[in-house]
């Protein structure tokens, strides 16, 4: 009899622990896609600010997480110190992971692209630059450094990142231009550009969660291929043929020359703003 009592104790108990699981895994499901509220917003701004920046710990009276920095980064955390004070939302959900798992039918192996690819700089050589100037190289280069990093919202470090910090960290280590941080801001900038013309180099957008604006960005690479921070896979490489992105593909921007001059971080400005905050 106690030795009945003791399976159906074990039984009940690996039903709750169960029951728990599945519970977790549906609330951590529903917050990809709700909005973080303010304070979550703040306090992770906080954590970015204290592990990137000790010019901007100095400013805001916080203990820096001793890390290596460059004067790249401490560029885009100043120019964004205000929204980051604010507690405003910064950055982009992506995907919706369900419907990608779903709808994202044309898989691109990440091995056989890097090879494919090294062999397509070979062939490219003799126009070793994009239409704003923008070395192939150096961009592809970074590109491939990322390849791996998780996804995660507002993330902006190697340890993880969202797809609107992903493309800005490719240009501004590539190019020295900040572009702007998320999405719906990014889409505005360049030159629009249809789907047939796209170019390598040239960022192609997404409304995954509203029509009304974009949502998420990419890096278009050549033969229907973009990179991307994808909230299902990290940074990788996809396919505008895939039926998720094709029927989520809002068009292309290219950035010209004008853009990188308005947007280098060399500007005097922009200089200034780092000596001047």
Known sequence: MRLKTLITKSIVLTIIALLTFISLTDEASARKRRKYNPKQTREQAIQIIRSSSEHLCEIAGLDPIVEETNEELQNE????????????????????????????????????????WLSYIDDHIQSPYIESGIRKDELMDEIMEWLGTPYRFGGTTT???????????????????????????????????????????????????????????????????????????????????????????????????????????????????????
Do not use: W
């Open 77 to 116: 955390l100043l120019e964004h110190a205000e929204d980051l004070d604010s507690g405003e939302e910064i950055g982009d959900f992506g995907e919706d992971i369900d419907e990608l798992q779903n709808e994202d039918d044309v898989i691109v192996d990440i091995d056989s692209f890097k090879m494919l």
């Open 159 to 277: 340890r993880a990142i969202d797809c609107s910090a992903f493309t800005q960290k490719i240009f501004l280590s590539s190019a020295s231009i900040l572009i702007p941080r998320v999405a719906r801001e990014q889409v505005n900038i360049g030159r629009k550009i249809p789907r047939n013309q796209l170019e390598f180099g040239d960022m192609v957008f997404f409304h995954t969660y509203s029509r009304k604006f974009a949502s998420h960005v990419g890096i278009y690479l050549g033969d229907n291929l973009f990179a991307h921070a994808s909230s299902r896979f990290g940074v990788t490489v996809s396919s505008l043929e895939s039926s998720y992105y094709k029927k989520n593909f809002i068009g292309g921007r290219r950035i010209t020359a004008k853009d990188v001059a308005n947007l280098s971080i060399n500007k005097p400005d922009v200089l200034n703003a780092e000596v001047n905050p």
